[in-house]
């Protein structure tokens, strides 16, 4: 038990251990070469950019607001995606009738979209969450629906020679299988998620990480452009542990529901 314990840390240490090289040596290339600074900022910048926004307080509201704004819409997206999704299943013809429209509207570049969503949702946090919620919904649809249409036939032939109803095969059979489907829906749909809310925060904010990327990028501060990604980052690091905290509670509530 020791032995494994004292392997896993060993592993976790050497983990890190890229990183920290990769750190050391791009500190030491702008220590020596102070006119790079400017191009390529420098990890004691970033740690002093992070400690003054934290101290200011601004780092914490633009963070908020980006991780409330891609929460919101991987939630909607994704919870209205896998049911349009699932419901998709009990008619072949009418997903054959929305399959092109579909296709057409999750092809869309939803940065193109993003001056629309502005016009009819205004410059605040709900256009943001909106463009966060069409970069997902799509993607949840389909995931759900392969699933749905990928579930073994065997099992629903079985359940049809008891003379199951198609609502019970729904419940029984099609929900639970997809779940697979649905939770690497999930998965995928974190970037996808953050990448709206950004989108729309870079375009019309006045609060985000994409708002202080923008206003840094112009003032060309590279070190606080950088901290902007790294919060980017960890909002996905905090969205994808979310994802693998519900994965089996949410298998464990479907089968009691179902």
């Not at 009738?97 to 193109?112: C, D, E, N, Q, R």
């Not at 809310?197 to 452009?225: D, P, R």
Request: net charge positive.
């Amino acid at each position: 038990m020791e032995r494994t314990q004292v392997s896993g840390i060993r592993l976790f240490l050497l983990r890190f251990l890229p990183c920290i090289i990769f750190l050391a040596l791009w500190e030491l290339f702008v220590y020596f070469h102070p006119d790079k600074l400017f191009y390529y900022g420098a990890p004691s910048k970033i740690v002093e950019a992070f400690c003054d926004g934290i101290l200011r307080g601004s780092l914490l509201i633009d963070f908020s607001y980006t991780f409330i704004e891609a929460l919101l819409g991987f939630i909607i997206g994704n919870v209205l995606g896998v049911l349009m999704g699932l419901l998709l299943w009990f008619s072949n013809t009418v997903f054959k009738i929305a399959k092109p429209y579909i296709v057409m509207l999750g092809s869309a570049p939803i940065f193109a979209l993003a001056p629309l969503m502005m016009i009819w949702f205004g410059t605040g946090m709900l256009s943001k969450v909106m463009m966060a919620v069409l970069s997902t919904v799509f993607i949840a649809l389909y995931q759900a629906y392969s699933g749905a249409l990928n579930v073994n036939p065997h099992h629903v032939a079985y359940l049809k020679s008891w003379g199951a109803e198609k609502s019970m095969i729904f419940r029984k059979i099609i929900v639970p299988s997809s779940m697979v489907w649905v939770i690497s829906a999930f998965r995928i749909n974190v970037g996808f998620a953050l990448l709206g809310a950004f989108m729309g925060e870079y375009i019309s904010s006045s609060a985000g990480l994409g708002h202080l990327i923008k206003v840094q990028t112009g003032l060309f501060n590279i070190s606080q452009v950088l901290l902007g990604v790294i919060m980017m980052v960890a909002i996905a690091l905090i969205l994808n542990a979310l994802v693998m905290l519900v994965e089996n509670p949410l298998k464990k509530l479907l089968v009691k529901v179902l």
